[in-house]
């Protein structure tokens, strides 16, 4: 096993908190802050480290820092968010491997494959602002690498979902204009839906006239209140 035996649950949560006590984590991605619109979900608990720039590993551990207050807990993530959760359940004890529910990680918007935006200063600096600075683990290359890490059992609890902008026949469109030309159609302003994927694990679909984040065209994907229901139901904690 990756992350060793498996500890007696004390050691990796807090056994002190109330019976059914367990949370939905709300995680956010690369560069952000907490985007998930908290009245959205029930018994949850948002995850902040705002416009921070780390690996998926620095991430994972950070998440489970935050978790490890609680019983056990469950994960809403967006972009980045996704790649860290799965890399902390592959890797890692947490409070993920005390949780019950439908769906243990549920996802909008990751690059499990990467994004052309990862490595280039100048298109992250024009979507994220440029004081964050190159991913190499959102890299193709990058993801490629870390992507072939992942057993196949992990990636099978993972629920995902891609958007992209709304596209008509008579106009131009784009989700975010500084990006478009770096991107493949359909895209979201930052994850095209083919890099999006992730063989082995769950896909919820694709929605179109949603974008990554806030600031682009259409709407920022997380704050689609019909897909947060359904998430928040079906969620792990």
């Not at 200063?121 to 290359?141: E, P, Q, R």
Request: glycine content about 10%.
């Amino acid at each position: 096993m990756l992350m060793g035996t498996r500890p007696d649950a004390a050691l990796v949560t807090n056994q002190n908190a109330p019976e059914n006590s367990g949370k939905l984590l709300l995680v956010h991605g690369y560069c952000s802050g907490g985007v998930w619109p908290t009245n959205h979900f029930t018994n949850a608990s948002t995850f902040l480290d705002a416009n921070q720039n780390r690996s998926h590993d620095q991430f994972a551990n950070l998440i489970r820092n935050h978790g490890a207050q609680f019983p056990s807990f469950g994960v809403v993530a967006h972009s980045q968010g996704g790649a860290a959760s799965l890399h902390l359940y592959t890797y890692y004890w947490s409070g993920l491997d005390y949780s019950t529910g439908s769906r243990l990680i549920q996802s909008v918007g990751t690059p499990y494959q990467g994004t052309a935006l990862a490595g280039s200063l100048a298109m992250i600096g024009s979507v994220f602002g440029a004081g964050c600075g190159t991913n190499w683990d959102l890299t193709y290359d990058g993801a490629a690498l870390w992507l072939a890490g992942i057993p196949s059992w992990a990636k099978s609890r993972v629920y995902y979902s891609t958007t992209a902008f709304t596209d008509v026949w008579w106009r131009y469109d784009y989700c975010h204009l500084a990006t478009d030309a770096f991107l493949s159609d359909p895209e979201d302003g930052t994850t095209e839906r083919a890099y999006g994927q992730l063989p082995g694990a769950n896909n919820m679909g694709h929605k179109t006239g949603w974008c990554h984040t806030a600031g682009m065209r259409d709407p920022a994907q997380y704050t689609d209140s019909s897909r947060n229901s359904n998430m928040n139901t079906y969620a792990n904690r």
